[in-house]
């Protein structure tokens, strides 16, 4: 279980005074969110409690720091070039402009100086902070370092029956409906499926990459359980029934006993 950190209480009380929060549910989140291993934040917005908005200026009040809407935000190619991905992955941040003097960076949550040490030395000048949504901010980068970014896991060839029903971030299921979708491939980190009819009517007016699902990978040698996020979504051909959907899905949430087993079948599988 994850330790609170100062910042998130620090983050709560910005959120009482603001009255975007009231104690109970302030007091739920604090006792909820590091089972979850989620910062306060996160745990606030999937629960639709506060919104993307609210989140991004309670925590540029706590760090003293201006905001950054990135939606308007025009991104120059070769501001891909400034920073290895992992480090702005890692650190939960984007670059959105640079000078010769400095280079501009939307941030999730606030960084240790230690972080911000380690950016400024990997692009030789100061960086200038500014506080963006959170969503935003790994949309933006992913987009900006498209076809840059080094594949993390490999992926293998699989057909394997899954288990799947859509839900939150934190896997309570937004609609009742269980799917059975068949894996392409699969990797440590996540997997491809085939067989999905259509986003769920349930959030039509979420974008793919807001939407998450619980999966049960139905393997005869190991079962795997995992809360996964849509990563992309694409027609994948006709049916006599309608359309039907290829799917990557990223594991966001799973349990160490599952991760082993999903391990496990990429071994399995990495044998043809």
Known sequence: MAKLSPNDRRLGEILL??????????????HEAPKLNMRLGAYLVAQEWITPEELRDAVALQANLPTADLRTQAFPENLNRIFPYRALKD?????????????????AEP?????????????????????AQERLVDQCRDKLYEGRIPRQFTRFKATIPVELQFCTRIGTPIEEAIRTVTTVDISQGGLGVLGLPHVPSAIPER??????????????????QAVCQVRWLREAGG?????????????????????????QLCVKYSRG
């Open 239 to 263: 049916r006599a029934e309608g359309l039907e959907f290829l799917a990557g899905l990223e594991v966001v949430e799973i349990r160490p006993m599952d991760q082993q087993r999903l391990m």
């Open 207 to 224: 974008r793919p990459k807001d939407v998450y699902a619980q999966v049960t990978l139905k393997d005869p040698d190991h079962e795997v």
């Open 17 to 30: 005074h603001r009255k975007q929060l009231d104690p109970p549910r302030l007091q739920h989140a604090l």
């Open 91 to 107: 650190h939960r941040c984007v670059p959105f402009e640079e000078t010769p003097s400095y280079v501009c960076l939307a941030i």
């Open 111 to 131: 960084l240790k100086l230690s972080a911000v040490r380690e950016l400024e030395y990997g692009c030789r000048r100061p960086v200038k902070l500014f506080v």
